[in-house]
């Protein structure tokens, strides 16, 4: 999968998510922050995810590797402000409480999950625009 960042703005970094080249689902993210741990979007590189459950988040993926940081999870929400340095899935780029984000974030999330139902890894790919 390629995440390709295409905003980078105030109100978070959005980016559209791929699978075999096709465009399926939208993400937002915290703004570069220096990759400070759970205010700042993940690194530019290439990542494993893990099959991850918690408590609160209970069948999910967790990036493994990422220099410096540890629990970046890929899950739901509206907002950078439901992230905690993590990423998140939605399906379409709609305002949440008058600033930008994404909506419909359960149906994108399934969809990222329905496509990896019978993995336990897989490879991400984060570029940013132009690279």
């Known amino acids: 999968m390629i995440l390709k960042r295409i905003a980078f703005t105030e109100y978070g970094v959005f980016g559209v998510l ?7 689902t939208l993400t937002v993210e ?8 759970e205010v700042s979007c993940v690194p530019a590189g290439l990542y494993t995810g893990i099959r991850h459950s ?7 993926f967790r990036l ?3 220099p410096g940081r540890t629990g970046i999870l890929l899950h739901t929400g509206n907002h950078m402000d439901h992230s905690a340095g993590c990423i998140i899935i939605g399906e379409k780029f709609d305002p949440y409480k008058d600033e930008p984000g ?3 974030s359960k ?3 399934d969809e990222f999950m ?3 139902e019978n993995k336990q890894t897989f490879e991400l790919l984060i570029v940013n625009r132009g690279e």
């Open 18 to 24: 791929l699978h075999n080249g096709i465009p399926f």
């Open 30 to 37: 915290r703004p570069w922050l220096n990759n400070a741990p």
């Open 54 to 60: 918690s408590d609160r988040y209970k069948d999910t």
């Open 64 to 66: 493994k590797d990422v």
């Open 102 to 104: 994404i909506q419909s």
């Open 107 to 109: 149906e994108g999330f």
């Open 114 to 116: 329905k496509i990896l």
